[in-house]
């Protein structure tokens, strides 16, 4: 399974950007993909989730105001729109996928992470202000 994300770089403060991550050595009906992000000297936190089913759709409420995620399955892509940048967004955005995401005090988790779940190498974004 190789998950490669892009579409991240230098933004300036209230601009907008959308980023892809790409599957390939699975079946992509059957996961769900997630974007996490991991700020300098923080924890990764989930912030969206998305399954072409319908089902583990969730964002974090610190993006769900500003965030679009959607998929385009023939590519076996999810993007994840986000606009209204800021600072505080910058971080380093990692795609993931797993069978299930869950969702609770404002944040998007892999529900059981130490099973078929895999990571993209991230893909960097930068808020200038």
């Known amino acids: 399974v190789q998950l490669v994300e892009s579409g991240g770089g230098l933004v300036q403060a209230g601009g907008s950007l959308r980023l892809s991550c790409t599957a390939s050595?699975?079946?992509?009906?059957?996961?769900?993909i997630g974007w996490f992000r991991q700020a300098p000297g923080k924890e990764r936190e989930g912030i969206a989730s998305?399954?072409?089913?319908?089902?583990?759709?969730y964002y974090a409420e610190s993006v769900e105001a500003r965030s679009t995620i959607s998929s385009d399955d023939a590519k076996s892509t999810v993007y994840l729109e986000m606009n209204s940048l800021n600072p505080e967004d910058t971080a380093d955005y990692f795609c993931?996928?797993?069978?299930?995401?869950?969702?609770?005090?404002?944040?998007?988790?892999?529900?059981?992470?130490?099973?078929?779940?895999?990571w993209g190498q991230g893909t960097q974004v930068t808020v200038s202000s």
């Open positions: 993931a996928t797993a069978p299930r995401f869950t969702a609770y005090s404002g944040k998007v988790y892999i529900s059981k992470p130490d099973q078929d779940t895999y």
């Open positions: 050595g699975l079946t992509f009906d059957d996961y769900v």
């Open positions: 998305y399954s072409s089913n319908g089902g583990n759709i």
